[in-house]
């Protein structure tokens, strides 16, 4: 109970510290280009309850999303205590739609040698704006690793490739003059979702890996971090200065944490 209730109090801290760059955080954390994982987005929901198996249940009933983002839009609290009933409604009922159309998927060689180098794919669709996706050791969101804390080498940036079939270097690009680019992560820019077409834009991200030295049994999965509410017509806000932001706040809970499905990679 202890932990929870630190754990409970720790987050609305971590959105307020930063809100000075809330416009960085709503279109990516371009001021964090580096490894990331599943810890970094500490306002985000979690896309099901698998990724928080190991915290307190009190814990994992504040941060599934339907909980931590559903049930305030549909009381009109916080945020969305100014919005009409019918707003409300039609917010609640877009968000819902992004959530059912996001998905993320990884390939990798499942029988490796010990430090041979392979490729690992990450494959996104759904959300809107940018979606974030990062290589990880287990699907664990407050306990889980980047990939390179598990005997991983990435040798190189990652090979990003938008919904339109053509690849972007911004993120890497956005790495501080001089710094290796063999990071973890990456974010897929320009995608917008069409709610009333059904349509949801894809995208992927390829690492080139060296595998672990010490034979033995590998997980690896990717976490995908997406948004939900700019994709509705009354999700979105925009501020005087230009900045187009979601209903519930850059730091709010519109976010989402999902996880691809583990594949074990055994080194032998």
């Given at each position: 109970?202890?932990?929870?209730?630190?754990?409970?109090?720790?987050?609305?801290?971590?959105?307020?510290?930063?809100?000075?760059d809330a416009g960085a955080w709503s279109g990516g954390p371009g001021f964090n280009v580096t490894d990331l994982d599943a810890k970094c987005a500490v306002c985000h929901a979690s896309v099901g309850?698998?990724?928080?198996?190991?915290?307190?249940?009190?814990?994992?009933?504040?941060?599934?999303?339907?909980?931590?983002?559903?049930?305030?839009?549909?009381?009109?609290?916080?945020?969305?205590?100014?919005?009409?009933?019918?707003?409300?409604?039609?917010?609640?009922?877009?968000?819902?739609?992004?959530?059912?159309?996001?998905?993320?998927?990884?390939?990798?060689?499942?029988?490796?040698?010990?430090?041979?180098?392979?490729?690992?794919?990450?494959?996104?669709?759904?959300?809107?704006?940018?979606?974030?996706?990062?290589?990880?050791?287990?699907?664990?969101?407050?306990?889980?690793?980047?990939?390179?804390?598990?005997?991983?080498?990435?040798?190189?940036?990652?090979?990003?490739?938008?919904?339109?079939?053509?690849?972007?270097?911004?993120?890497?690009?956005?790495?501080?003059?001089?710094?290796?680019?063999?990071?973890?992560?990456?974010?897929?820019?320009?995608?917008?979702?069409?709610?009333?077409?059904?349509?949801?834009?894809?995208?992927?991200?390829?690492?080139?890996?060296?595998?672990?030295?010490?034979?033995?049994?590998?997980?690896?999965?990717?976490?995908?971090?997406?948004?939900?509410?700019?994709?509705?017509?009354?999700?979105?806000?925009?501020?005087?200065?230009?900045?187009?932001?979601?209903?519930?706040?850059?730091?709010?809970?519109?976010?989402r944490i999902m996880f691809a499905k583990p594949v074990t990679v055994t080194v032998r």
């Open positions: 109970m202890k932990r929870f209730a630190i754990a409970v109090a720790a987050l609305p801290l971590a959105c307020v510290f930063g809100a000075p309850k698998e990724q928080l198996r190991l915290e307190p249940a009190g814990l994992v009933n504040s941060m599934i999303f339907e909980n931590r983002h559903y049930k305030n839009v549909e009381a009109g609290t916080g945020p969305y205590q100014g919005m009409a009933v019918s707003d409300r409604e039609k917010l609640l009922a877009d968000v819902k739609v992004v959530d059912q159309n996001a998905s993320v998927a990884i390939s990798v060689p499942e029988s490796v040698r010990p430090g041979q180098e392979i490729q690992i794919t990450a494959t996104v669709k759904g959300g809107n704006g940018v979606v974030g996706v990062a290589l990880m050791d287990t699907d664990l969101r407050m306990q889980g690793r980047p990939i390179q804390g598990d005997g991983w080498v990435v040798v190189g940036p990652p090979k990003v490739w938008g919904s339109d079939g053509k690849e972007q270097t911004k993120w890497v690009d956005a790495r501080g003059a001089g710094l290796r680019k063999n990071i973890n992560s990456a974010i897929i820019y320009d995608r917008k979702a069409d709610l009333a077409a059904q349509q949801f834009a894809g995208g992927k991200a390829t690492w080139t890996v060296r595998t672990p030295q010490e034979p033995g049994s590998y997980s690896v999965t990717a976490v995908m971090f997406y948004g939900t509410e700019k994709a509705s017509q009354v999700g979105r806000v925009t501020t005087p200065t230009g900045a187009v932001l979601p209903k519930g706040g850059a730091f709010g809970a519109s976010g």
